[in-house]
């Protein structure tokens, strides 16, 4: 049973360039999240796909986009890239909450962005 | 909104017991999380607290009072890779976005 998985794990851009980050789930798993963490903080929750939607957002700016295959599939991509941009990104795949399941998220190993 | 606080770092002997402490303020409450993330790695789950009192999970529990709005992670046993960050958070909204602490950074010393 394959776990979340996440491409590419390491990417240098430079400022004012676009990314790409992508991320299968968990089998089984209907819904995506994305989160942005930097070094030595928690991870911060950037937004939600369930069914193919953009379910609840964080507070990040539109230069953050994402979208949701009918195979449950996410892409992240970054727009006009910022240092501040530098962070790991992590892909969290879950079941929605209710009906015995906790919600409990599986995260992917990261893609690790480098912005100089 | 959600508003998580857990202290930055501790340090811990092996073979101790050490207590994590998270206090969170919420809108509507749909339970806790703690995960535990090793350095370069992804957080992987630990416990899930929904209902006031101690869930024990072998060296860990996790134990949660609603009314205080206060949770904490309880590690005996320290062995040296317990040495991780240990995230509090808390799902919200009908989708249950997750919101994470800024975590513990815990320091298991010989």
């Known amino acids: 049973d394959a776990g979340v998985t996440q491409s590419p794990t390491h990417l240098i851009k430079t400022r004012g360039q676009q990314v790409t980050l992508r991320c299968s789930p968990k089998?089984?798993?209907?819904?995506v999240s994305w989160y942005q963490q930097a070094l030595g903080q928690g991870p911060q929750f950037i937004f939600q796909?369930?069914?193919?939607?953009?379910?609840q957002r964080g507070n990040f700016p539109d230069r953050f986009s994402g979208h949701q295959f009918p195979n449950y599939s996410s892409e992240l991509n970054v727009n006009a890239l910022l240092l501040g941009d530098s962070a790991l990104y992590l892909c969290?795949?879950?079941?929605?909450?209710?009906?015995?399941?906790?919600?409990?998220?599986?995260f992917g190993e990261g893609s690790r962005l480098t912005v100089l | 909104g959600q508003n998580i606080d857990q202290p930055t770092e501790m340090t811990a002997t092996e073979g101790a017991i050490v207590q994590i402490n998270c206090t969170y303020q919420?809108?509507?409450?749909?339970?806790l999380f703690w995960y535990q993330q090793h350095a370069g790695e992804a957080p992987t789950f630990l416990s899930y607290?929904?209902?006031?009192g101690l869930e024990e999970k072998g060296r860990f529990s996790s134990f949660l009072s609603r009314s205080k709005g206060y949770s904490y992670l309880l590690l005996k046993e320290l062995q040296m890779k317990d040495s991780a960050s240990y995230l509090c958070?808390?799902?919200?909204?009908?989708?249950?976005?997750?919101?994470f602490g800024t975590g513990t950074k815990l320091q298991v010393i010989p």
């Open positions: 607290n929904v209902l006031d």
């Open positions: 919420t809108s509507g409450f749909n339970g």
């Open positions: 796909y369930y069914e193919e939607e953009e379910r």
């Open positions: 958070a808390v799902p919200s909204g009908g989708y249950q976005k997750v919101t």
């Open positions: 969290a795949s879950s079941l929605v909450q209710g009906l015995g399941n906790t919600g409990e998220l599986f």
């Open positions: 089998s089984g798993h209907d819904t």
